[in-house]
C-alpha cells in the first residue's frame, strides 16, 4: 500500500515522484511505498498551513474542541483497524497497539479538546497605579511536529492536539520508517470536519524532509521527540533563527528496588517496565538496581518470569514481544549483547535473535538480561531502546541515588519502597523529570512530561504543552 503526503486536506504524490520502500518488520518484506519528500513538498505544506492560519487561530474554542472530540471519536471507531496497521509498521503485538497506542492517541484529541476550554490566562491589577495588566496567550503561527518510530501515532497526536487545539496550524512528520497511522490520520481529519491545512503531513527521510521543516525560516516552533543526537542537532539548526523548541530526548533510567518494596507488584511491574514494547519506550527502566539483600532472590525470580514471555507474531494474541522496528535497529540492539561480554557483561537469560517459522526474516530477539559490575560500561551508560536490561546490586541509598544519576540521561526514574522518608528524599534527588514511586508509565495526561540533562528541553503534556504552543503577550493598561 502507498502512502502520500497530506496537504490542505488533499493526498498528493512527492513533487519529486521519488519513493522510499516500506517494511513490515515482522516478516522483513517491503509491503509499500512511502514519499521522498522535499524542500519542495514541505514549502507546499507551509503555504496551506500559513493560509489556514488566519480562520483556524480565529475558529473558537467551543469548534476547536469539537472538531478534535470529534477526531478522537473516530479514532476509538477505527480501533481495529489503526492497531492492525500501527503493529504491521512498527511490529509491536496489536493486542498493545489497541490497548495503548490508538486509545491514547485518542485521548491525546479528547484530552486537548477539553482543555483548551481550560486554559485561562492571568491578569494582575498595578495596585494604586491605576493599571491593570491581562496576558492574551496568542498562537504561534505555523509550527512543526516530528516524531518518532517506537510509539508512532501515540506521539504524533501528542504533538499535533496541542498545536492545533491552541490555534496553530502544522506541518508534521512522523517517523519514515513507521508512517502508517499518520497517513490514515488524514482520512480522519477530513472526516471530522478538520479546517483543510490546519493539519499537513510531509513523509520522508529525517535528514531531508525533516531537515527542511526545522530549517524553514517561518515554521516559528518545532515539538521534537526522538534521540539525543537529532535533538542536538536540531537545537544547532534552529538557534539562529530564535525557534521556540521543545526536545523529547533519549533516556536511560534507572529502576531502584529496595527491599521494603511490595515484591510481587514490584516484580510484576519490572517484567513490563523492561520489556514492554520491546523495551523500545523511552520511559523503560533499563538499569535495574537491586538492594543486596533480595538481590539473589530478585535475579531468579526476575529471569523465570522472562524467560516465560513469549516472543511471537504480533498478530498473535498471546504474544508479548514481537519484532523490532527495522533491521538497522535490531542490528544496533544486537551489538550491545555481542559486546556485553567484552564488559564484563553476564548475560543472565536471552540474548539470541529468535527465528518464527514462516516470517524467518523478521527481526526478533529474545527478552535479554544482563549482569553488570559497573554504572559506567556502555551497557548502562549507552540507550540501547530494545528488550535488554542490565542488573546491579547496591548496599544502601546515597549508593542507589549515586548509580541513578550517574548518566548523561534524565528522563524517568521508578523508585520501590514503602519507605515515606527515603521517597521523599529520593524523588527530591533522582534527576529526572519523571519519578514515579511503586508504579510505572501511569500517565495523567494534565502532568507535565518531559526530562532534564541529555533527555531533553521544555515540557509536554497538560498546559505545559499549550503554553508551549502559544506567545504569552502582556497588556498594561492605565485607566
Ligand atoms: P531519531 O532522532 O532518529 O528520529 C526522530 C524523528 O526525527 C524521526 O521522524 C526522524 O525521521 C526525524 N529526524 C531525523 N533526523 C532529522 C533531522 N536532521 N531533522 C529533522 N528531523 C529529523 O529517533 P528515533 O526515531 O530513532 O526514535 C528513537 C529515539 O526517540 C530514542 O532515543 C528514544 O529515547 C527517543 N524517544 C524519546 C521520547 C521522549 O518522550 N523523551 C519518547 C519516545 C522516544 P526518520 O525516522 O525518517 O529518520
Redesign the pocket.
Known amino acids: 500500500m502507498n502512502i502520500l503526503n497530506y496537504i490542505n486536506g488533499n493526498f498528493h504524490n512527492p513533487i519529486s515522484n521519488e519513493w522510499i520502500d516500506n517494511y513490515n518488520p515482522s516478516n522483513g518484506e517491503v509491503y509499500g511505498q512511502i514519499p521522498n519528500s522535499t524542500k519542495d513538498d514541505v514549502e507546499n505544506a507551509y503555504i496551506a498551513a500559513k493560509s489556514a492560519f488566519p480562520i483556524w487561530s480565529k475558529t473558537t474554542l467551543e469548534e476547536r474542541s469539537r472538531i478534535l472530540i470529534k477526531i478522537s471519536e473516530l479514532l476509538e471507531a477505527n480501533l481495529q483497524r489503526f492497531a492492525e496497521a500501527e503493529s504491521k509498521d512498527n511490529g509491536k503485538p496489536i493486542s498493545l497497539a489497541k490497548a495503548v497506542d490508538i486509545p491514547r492517541a485518542a485521548s491525546n484529541f479528547r484530552f486537548f479538546g477539553n482543555a483548551i476550554t481550560q486554559f485561562a490566562s492571568e491578569s494582575h491589577e498595578s495596585v494604586g497605579q491605576n493599571a491593570i495588566n491581562y496576558t492574551l496567550r496568542q498562537p504561534i503561527g505555523v509550527v512543526g511536529c516530528?516524531?518518532?518510530?517506537?510509539?508512532p501515532l501515540y506521539?504524533f497526536t501528542w504533538k499535533i492536539a496541542p498545536a492545533i487545539a491552541a490555534g496553530n496550524c502544522v506541518v508534521a512528520?512522523?517517523?519514515?520508517?513507521t508512517p502508517m497511522t499518520a497517513y490514515l490520520l488524514g482520512e480522519i481529519c477530513n472526516e471530522a470536519g478538520l479546517t483543510k491545512g490546519v493539519l499537513n503531513i510531509v513523509h520522508g527521510?529525517?535528514?531531508s524532509t525533516?531537515?527542511a521543516?526545522?530549517e524553514h525560516p517561518d515554521i516559528k516552533a518545532i515539538s521534537?521527540?526522538?534521540?539525543?543526537a537529532?535533538g542536538t542537532?536540531?537545537a544547532k539548526v534552529a538557534a539562529p533563527m530564535f525557534k521556540k523548541l521543545s526536545l523529547?530526548?533519549?533516556?536511560k533510567n534507572p529502576n531502584i528496588i529496595f527491599a521494603d518494596c511490595d515484591y510481587d507488584d514490584m516484580l510484576e511491574t519490572t517484567v513490563r517496565s523492561s520489556f514492554a514494547n520491546q523495551g523500545q519506550i523511552?520511559l523503560c527502566g533499563s538499569r535495574i538496581f537491586v538492594e543486596a539483600s533480595i538481590y539473589d532472590k530478585f535475579k531468579i525470580d526476575f529471569v523465570a518470569k522472562v524467560k516465560a514471555l513469549k516472543v511471537g507474531h504480533p498478530s498473535e494474541d498471546d504474544t508479548n514481544i514481537g519484532a523490532l522496528v527495522s533491521k538497522s535497529h535490531f542490528e544496533k540492539v544486537k551489538s550491545y549483547i555481542t559486546n556485553a561480554e567484552s564488559e564484563a557483561g553476564k548475560i543472565l537469560c536471552g540474548g539470541n535473535e529468535v527465528t518464527l517459522k514462516g516470517y524467518e526474516k523478521g527481526y526478533y530477539l529474545q527478552p535479554t538480561i544482563i549482569e553488570v559490575k559497573s554504572n559506567s560500561c556502555k551497557l548502562n551508560q549507552e540507550?540501547i531502546?530494545g528488550p535488554v536490561v542490565t542488573t546491579m546490586p547496591f548496599e544502601t541509598e546515597e549508593e542507589a541515588l549515586e548509580l541513578a544519576n550517574n548518566v548523561k540521561y534524565g528522563?524517568s526514574a521508578t523508585l520501590w519502597t514503602n519507605n515515606l522518608k527515603r521517597t521523599m528524599r529520593m524523588s527530591n534527588d533522582l534527576q529526572a523529570g519523571i519519578v514515579w514511586v511503586n508504579t510505572w508509565m501511569m500517565r495523567d495526561l494534565r502532568t507535565p512530561f518531559g526530562?532534564v540533562k541529555a533527555?531533553?528541553v521544555g515540557r509536554e503534556g497538560g498546559f505545559e504543552a499549550l503554553r508551549f504552543f502559544t506567545e504569552a503577550k502582556n497588556v498594561c493598561i492605565k485607566y
Do not use: A, D, R, Y
Open positions: 516530528i516524531s518518532p518510530w517506537n510509539l506521539l512528520k512522523p517517523s519514515e520508517v527521510l529525517g535528514g525533516g531537515q521543516i526545522v521534537f521527540t526522538g534521540g539525543t537529532t542537532h536540531i523529547e530526548l533519549g533516556g523511552c540507550e531502546f528522563l526530562g533527555s531533553g
